[in-house]
């Protein structure tokens, strides 16, 4: 069996071990799924009509649902990598990760499992919000087929990156309560980009924090896919965003798991 297969089947392994375990323990994924389902409830209809004009143009609440949702999917994304964090800090924390040091198995596998694991929990996430704001009037009628498959691979790209960051924030905190909230900006940084109301209806000095952070430009670019407004260059920062902290975040994993194990 050549170096590739092992290490295709411990990978595998190690993602169906951490699969497993979210299935049995759920609630603490239901509990992050629950903060974008609240907020998108809360901001449709406790604050609808009042953030609905901060669209312009007369919208009203349906129009506001639509430019919402993409807003929403990606913040499910930051909520749902948290889990990552946590998981891989409990495992460092119990030994676990020792222990499978000492076995003869691929030594990343242990780290490909927890990020394949997170990007398929937040893909999950993201389908389960997405029905809720379906349900609740979100219309993507203009969208094609290939505009589809670019905004799910929009968001499977973005949620390796973070995930890689999560995983990243997970192996340098010192017990699972701090990979929590180490990793709470990946929850914050949404409510202060372009989720809720257009970048450039903020106050002057607060629209350079809006606009450069990786959030605004996804959302911007998912809206631009789904419903079919101006992308610009939103897409390409998307991109750019996304490999910088995927490498960041494996640079800085690795060098973790590394220096651990010496």
Aim: proline fraction near 5%.
């Amino acid at each position: 069996m050549s170096a590739f297969t092992l290490a295709v089947r411990d990978s595998h392994t190690m993602l169906r071990r951490n699969l497993l375990h979210a299935w049995r323990y759920p609630s603490a994924s239901l509990n992050l799924l629950l903060t974008p389902i609240m907020m998108l409830l809360l901001f449709v209809y406790i604050f609808g009509d009042v953030m609905s004009a901060g669209i312009g143009g007369g919208a009203d609440r349906s129009e506001y649902i639509a430019y919402i949702v993409p807003g929403i999917l990606m913040m499910t994304i930051g909520s749902t990598v948290i889990g990552a964090a946590v998981y891989i800090s409990m495992d460092m924390n119990e030994g676990l990760i020792a222990r499978f040091r000492t076995m003869p198995v691929y030594r990343g596998s242990v780290i490909i499992g927890h990020v394949v694991g997170s990007v398929l929990q937040s893909l999950i996430s993201v389908v389960l919000v997405g029905a809720v704001g379906v349900a609740i009037g979100f219309r993507s009628t203009d969208a094609t087929v290939l505009e589809w498959l670019a905004a799910f691979g929009l968001i499977a790209l973005f949620a390796l990156a973070l995930t890689w960051i999560a995983v990243g924030m997970g192996m340098a905190s010192p017990n699972p309560e701090a990979a929590s909230n180490m990793a709470m900006p990946l929850i914050l940084l949404p409510l202060i980009s372009s989720a809720f109301i257009p970048a450039d209806t903020m106050p002057g000095w607060f629209q350079p924090i809006a606009e450069y952070q990786p959030f605004t430009p996804a959302i911007e670019t998912l809206r631009g896919l789904l419903l079919s407004t101006p992308i610009g260059n939103n897409g390409w920062l998307t991109l750019a965003w996304c490999v910088g902290l995927t490498a960041l975040g494996y640079t800085w994993s690795t060098a973790q798991f590394n220096r651990d194990a010496k």
